[in-house]
């Protein structure tokens, strides 16, 4: 117990670490509104601008697949505008295996639809996405913001990407939950979605077993320990 403590504080004091260096992160700033004032549709910007970007937005229903239509061309890199999603791949027996979660800022790939067994990204919530070459072909003094902003977030994905490797494969039950915690926190602080020591998780603890590893059971267990 004393050694999960221990890991729980050095755990907190990285994340904490990382959080203050926020400025090494380019234009990525720890609030929402950067990310919509990135794309030119931020609380100083125009009415006409703010509408007509609304009215571009896709919107994804809680539980569907987020597709690219092949016959549309070249697949879609999208901006998660609101919403949670996550990237899973579905084997034939139903088992499933969650490899991240996806947050407003992030960024999906669309792709056409595959098989069982082949990587999905799926919407935990209702979604709401807008396609990154859009925005990126509008001729703004914003375009340089975002690019630096979009570049960020996919660096930090494939930084996550490593910390669910280790994640998955040397911590304990109690580590990963606690790791996993303290991620989705430092995320949703960059964006503005942490009041106070508190912030909202759309997870059920069937999506925290198939994000860990482990049974419903044992995660039931593990979060009475928390």
């Known amino acids: 117990d004393r050694h999960g403590r221990q890991f729980e504080s050095l755990e907190q004091q990285r994340l904490l670490g990382l959080m203050r260096m926020e400025g090494l992160a380019g234009a990525y700033t720890p609030n929402q509104t950067s990310i919509l004032g990135a794309m030119g549709v931020g609380s100083s910007a125009p009415a ?26 070249a697949a879609k890199q999208l901006i998660i505008v609101s919403g949670w999603a996550c990237d899973l791949r579905i084997l034939p027996d139903g088992r499933r295996q969650i490899f991240s979660f996806l947050l407003p800022g992030d960024l ?3 792709r056409d639809a595959q098989g069982l067994g082949s990587r999905a990204v799926i919407a935990l919530t209702r979604l709401e996405v807008e396609d990154s070459a859009r925005q990126l072909a509008a001729d703004s003094e914003q375009r340089e913001i975002l690019v630096r902003a979009l570049t960020s977030s996919m660096l930090r994905r494939e930084e996550r990407l490593y910390d669910n490797l280790m994640r998955m494969g040397r911590l304990t039950a109690k580590e990963r939950m606690i790791h996993l915690l303290l991620e989705l926190r430092e995320r949703l602080d960059r964006i503005g979605l942490v009041e106070g020591d508190t912030f909202k998780i759309p997870l059920t603890q069937e999506i925290f077993a198939d994000a860990l590893g482990l049974s419903v059971v044992h995660i039931n267990r593990t979060l009475k320990l928390l």
């Open 48 to 73: 006409d601008n703010v509408r007509a970007f609304w009215r571009r937005v896709e919107r994804v229903a809680p539980g569907a697949e987020v597709r690219h239509d092949q016959d549309a061309g």
């Open 108 to 110: 999906i790939e669309a």
